[in-house]
Structures are given as C-alpha cells and as structure tokens.
C-alpha cells in the first residue's frame, strides 16, 4: 500500500497541503476527482482480476476499520469481478448476529456487539458447508429493532460461477470461517493510507481521514452530532484495535479508499458541525484540531462535488451514491 501510494503521489503531483490547495484554487479539482476515482477502479480491477485467476475460490471476506470504505468496496469489487465472467452475491455478515438476549457481554455489563463471539459462527459455517456443497439454504435477516434473527423467505443456492462476499469487521479473522478451506477465501483488507502531508515531515493522520468521514455520515444518516462522534470516538479505535489490525496481515490483498481531494471536500461538511461546539463540550478540543485541518484546505465548491461519481466511496459518507446500502 505504501508503494502504491507513492506512485500515486506521482502521478497525481498534489501531495501535500500547499499543492493541493493551488489546485483546488486554479479551478483543477474535478481534474482531481476523475483520476483519483479512476486510480480507484483499476485498483478494483486488479483485485477482481486476482480473484479471478484463482481456482476454487468461492468466499470473499472484506475487513477494515471503521469508516474505511468496507460496504462500498465490497459493492465496487463485485461490478469488477462481473466483468471476469464470475457471479458475486453479497451477504450481509450482520444477518448472522446473534438473538440480542445472547449477545455476550463487556466488562461493563453491556451488550458486546464487536466481539466474534455476538455472531452465531457455528450457524454462518453450517451455511456455508451446506451452501457449497450445491444445496439450498435460507439466508437468515437480522431485526435490529427487535434484536432477533428472522427467516423472511431469503433462500439461496450457488451454480458454478457464484462468488459469495461478506463484509464486516471480523472478515479476516480465522475464527469467522474455521469450516471453511483457505484455498477457498480470499481475504481483502480495506484501509485508509493518507496521500497527502501537511509538510515535508508530517503526514495528515489516516484515522481524521475515518473520523470526519464518520462524523458527516453520522450527522448526514443517522442524526448525531460532530459531538457523538468524537467523544466515541476512542472506543471505536479500541475495537479496531482488539479485532481487526490483529490480522490484516493475513490479508490476500489491501485497498486503501483514501482520495486525494478529500479533505477539501469534506471541509465544506465537517466544518460546519465542528464550529458549533460549545467550549463546555467535552468534545471541545478535539473539535478544535479537527478545524485547523480542515481550515488548512480550500474548499471545493458545491459544483465540483456534484461531478464526484454516483459509485465514489465517498458518496457512502456523503450521500448521492447509486448504491443501496
């Protein structure tokens, strides 16, 4: 990931703060868009096209932390893989959660929906078997709102060319898939590598790249504040750090979903949200070095964030995305 995004630095040439802002300033940023998203599906297609030349693969499993990209990814790599000729399904590992009453708990006494063990592994395996073995099985959906798992007639059956894939935090964790052959996954880590340094000697911190993406989806679907946001901030980083980079190096291949005109992008979102904090916010500080990195960058305007594609990862954060998620 490090060399690739060297190479991206060099084609893209805006690769820090003050190049990057001259050209959002001399009217090049939808210049930036198109090759940043275009960098982005040939990534897809190598990824696709490795899948493809791998015999007997019939899983794939996308991990990474939170606000990589993950659901997005897994819809843009099946389009990719379509084009080799084979046929993605995409499952939902969330439907495999445990009945809420038997999700266990944390040290605090609370419902521990992160841990492996608040998925029904045992069941999502004995799918799986069965799936690959050519019967037909019945996909389980999970109600959030009741916390039990329903069967609402989703049935399934896999033919020759049938690829499932299966997004969600413990993707690459071999405890997820024990029943299941090796040769027969190929196991994507999905991240984010910041292409862009503030100095010679500084890079953007990857995680504030997560986190305001975070923060405006939050805000954009789920009605929470830039507040909620930061202070769970810390307890998220927890998780990814129990759960996940534990195994990203068992990882087949890695995509990092960072965008060269991110920032300035999400600049004309985030900051906003961020100027409203109270200085009694416990979020207060945070809040404030969030808004000298944005305040760093020029802004891109409201045109130009209407040319980002309907397929654009960023559009999972933002809104406008020709996906259903």
């Not at 499993?61 to 990209?69: D, I, Q, R």
């Not at 989806?217 to 996940?244: C, H, Y």
């Not at 760093?296 to 040319?307: G, Y």
């Amino acid at each position: 990931m490090i060399k690739e995004m060297s190479m991206w630095r060099n084609i893209l040439r805006e690769n820090n703060v003050s190049s990057l802002n001259e050209a959002v300033a001399s009217g090049k940023a939808r210049y930036l868009v198109n090759l940043s998203e275009t960098l982005h599906d040939h990534r897809y297609a190598e990824i696709a096209n490795e899948i493809a030349t791998r015999p007997g693969v019939r899983l794939v499993l996308l991990a990474g932390p939170s606000s990589s990209g993950k659901t997005t990814s897994s819809k843009r790599l099946a389009l990719h893989m379509r084009v080799n000729g084979l046929n993605p399904i995409i499952i939902s590992l969330d439907d495999y959660f445990r009945n809420r009453v038997d999700t266990p708990l944390d040290e605090n006494g609370e419902y521990d929906f992160e841990c492996l063990e608040a998925l029904d592994v045992p069941f999502l395996n004995q799918q799986l078997e069965e799936l690959f073995a050519g019967r037909r099985v019945e996909i389980p959906k999970y109600d959030f709102a009741s916390g039990t798992r329903k069967f609402v007639g989703q049935f399934l059956q896999l033919t020759e060319n049938d690829v499932l894939i299966m997004e969600g935090i413990h993707g690459l964790n071999p405890g997820l898939t024990p029943q299941i052959p090796d040769d027969e996954k190929f196991k994507l880590y999905v991240s984010v590598l910041t292409p862009i340094r503030i100095d010679a000697a500084n890079k953007m911190p990857a995680r504030d790249y997560r986190l305001l993406r975070r923060m405006v989806r939050d805000n954009q679907f789920r009605g929470m504040t830039a507040e909620d946001t930061i202070l769970r901030w810390p307890s998220v980083g927890a998780g990814e750090q129990k759960f996940i980079l534990p195994f990203k190096q068992l990882a087949d291949a890695q995509f990092n979903s960072a965008l060269f005109y991110e920032i300035p992008m999400l600049k004309c979102y985030a900051e906003p949200l961020l100027q409203i904090l109270p200085p009694s916010s416990p979020a207060y500080g945070e809040a404030q070095r969030l808004l000298d990195l944005v305040r760093s960058v020029i802004a891109m305007t409201p045109v130009d964030i209407r040319h980002i594609p309907p397929t654009s990862i960023i559009r999972e954060f933002i809104g406008g995305s020709s996906f259903h998620y």
